[in-house]
């Protein structure tokens, strides 16, 4: 599932930004011996100039040296660097990093298929799915099918001889139960950003509403996917021929018994294309389950059903149901870092901050039985650890969650400028790989920089929630040398949220000057 477009009402500004710059960029690549105090007195300009008002901005920018001769990091600008900020999104650097350095870019993710004995009777086995915690397991990687990595599965399946299943038995237990983070927007449960965080993500944990025109007059067509998920879909959507009438909604109900529908409602233009909604699963596992049994069944297993839970990560609980591994589903880890930090994908940053929690003191292989539960405790705890011994001060920084959503946590530019700097001297650009590159369609920085000379020559995270902006990166400049930089802006009025990307973009383009 791809994520929407941010909204943004930059390009309009991108011409504006180029011819404005264009003179100060000539004149820096004309002299490119670095000049910290031309830098800060150009940044200190285009923050001047953004019209912010009472907008607090934290900037720390470092001068890493150049590419194959690194150099001791060395403060540049900085502007406010100990004040601690909400991040937003800015807060996947931490997570990500700290998958990195404690797990390592090549660490596997793994979600352990088999089977057991069905207590159904002698000779009889149950599909047991031990959750890893994957995120990738949607139609990103199989070309869109949602269901592509279960038919992959039933492939493996068949080739051992597996013809029939009673049961379909799922162990979500890697992570702890609380999907939904406390902190997180109470009325914004349904939006594709607040998907709930278990051991046995699918599909984004989302369901996919697909609407097209019908008939005039007619119903509108209406499906889903995952297809076989279990969810329930109620009411209609007519097709008109009238423009101004196109008006629909598509609601997600949870009924008492657990169990999930959309409600369709309202009217859809006939000349409209097919459009895509995003609503959030209310239970992942069940979704998986029932999902998994339907791919199974279509790739001409017999499944009797149901699905059902229970408890197989601990090695008695394995010993005693008897599993028979029959294949490991594996994700890279610096794969689910790029898709967390280049889309900002939030479940991506959240499944991360969770297996950190679990993996983060065993770090070598990714076991169905690590020492500790994966959850939002465990992951700050690991957090903090890291960043101790890896000498990163923290002081004033607040872990609450692993996306950034949480308007509880803070970072200090310092902090996140010394992260982004330590990544790149240990990992390079296997780590700054992960984040958006300006004008790449790619990422969240494809509408940015773009016919500027900061195009393709920023990698960065961008980030935003209510009243917060933030953008933290790289930047190869004029002079040969790469700078890492934190920008974080607090309590800027509603609507002024172009106005921070704007000054962002302008200091981006300054700074590729240096």
Request: proline share 6%; glycine share 10%; charged share 25%.
């Amino acid at each position: 599932m791809r994520r929407p477009g941010l909204q943004t009402r930059l390009l309009g500004f991108t011409l504006l930004v180029a011819v404005g710059l264009a003179p100060a960029a000539s004149a820096r690549a004309a002299d490119a011996r670095p000049n910290p105090a031309a830098l800060a007195e150009d940044l200190d300009s285009a923050l001047a100039k953004a019209d912010l008002g009472k907008t607090v901005t934290a900037v720390c920018v470092l001068d890493l040296g150049e590419p194959g001769r690194p150099a001791r990091p060395r403060t540049v600008y900085s502007r406010l660097p100990d004040r601690p900020l909400i991040p937003a999104s800015n807060m996947k650097l931490m997570v990500t990093a700290a998958c990195f350095d404690r797990l390592g870019p090549d660490w596997r993710i793994r979600t352990h298929v088999g089977r057991v004995r069905s207590p159904r009777g002698k000779g009889r086995w149950d599909l047991a799915v031990i959750g890893g915690g994957d995120p990738n397991i949607s139609g990103r990687f199989w070309g869109g099918d949602t269901l592509g990595a279960f038919r992959r599965w039933a492939e493996v399946l068949k080739k051992r001889g597996v013809t029939a299943l009673e049961r379909v038995v799922l162990d979500d237990t890697l992570f702890d139960e609380v999907l939904v983070h406390p902190n997180w927007p109470s009325r914004q449960r349904h939006k594709w950003y607040e998907a709930p965080v278990g051991a046995l993500p699918i599909n984004d944990n989302c369901v996919n509403i697909h609407v097209a025109p019908g008939p005039v007059g007619g119903a509108a067509r209406v499906w889903l996917e995952p297809p076989g998920a279990g969810i329930g879909l109620s009411g209609r959507i007519r097709t008109t021929a009238s423009k101004k009438a196109h008006r629909y909604s598509l609601e997600r109900f949870i009924d008492p018994d657990g169990s999930m529908r959309i409600h369709a409602d309202g009217a859809y233009w006939a000349e409209a294309p097919e459009r895509i909604i995003y609503r959030t699963l209310a239970d992942p596992t069940r979704v998986f389950g029932s999902a998994l049994a339907h791919a199974l069944r279509a790739e001409g297993l017999r499944v009797a059903g149901p699905v059902v839970r229970a408890d197989l990560t601990t090695p008695r609980g394995a010993a005693k149901r008897g599993f028979r591994c029959d294949l490991v589903h594996t994700s890279r880890l610096a794969a689910t870092a790029a898709v967390a930090n280049t889309r900002s994908q939030g479940l991506y940053a959240e499944c991360l901050f969770k297996l950190l929690g679990a993996y983060g003191q065993t770090p070598k292989v990714a076991t169905p039985h690590p020492p500790r539960q994966g959850s939002w405790a465990s992951g700050r705890q690991e957090l903090a650890r890291w960043l101790a011994e890896r000498g990163v001060p923290a002081a004033g920084c607040v872990f609450d969650d692993g996306s950034g959503l949480s308007k509880q946590n803070r970072l200090t530019a310092f902090t996140l400028s010394r992260v982004l700097a330590l990544m790149d001297r240990l990992y390079g650009a296997r780590f700054r790989r992960t984040l958006a590159l300006a004008g790449d369609p790619a990422g969240t920085l494809r509408k940015r920089m773009r016919h500027t000379p900061a195009e393709g020559r920023i990698r960065a995270k961008t980030g935003y929630v209510a009243g917060a902006s933030a953008l933290s990166g790289y930047a190869e400049t004029d002079s040969g040398r790469r700078l890492a930089f934190a920008i974080l802006m607090n309590g800027f009025r509603r609507g002024r949220l172009w106005k921070t990307r704007l000054a962002q973009d302008k200091m981006c383009i300054r700074m590729v000057a240096y």
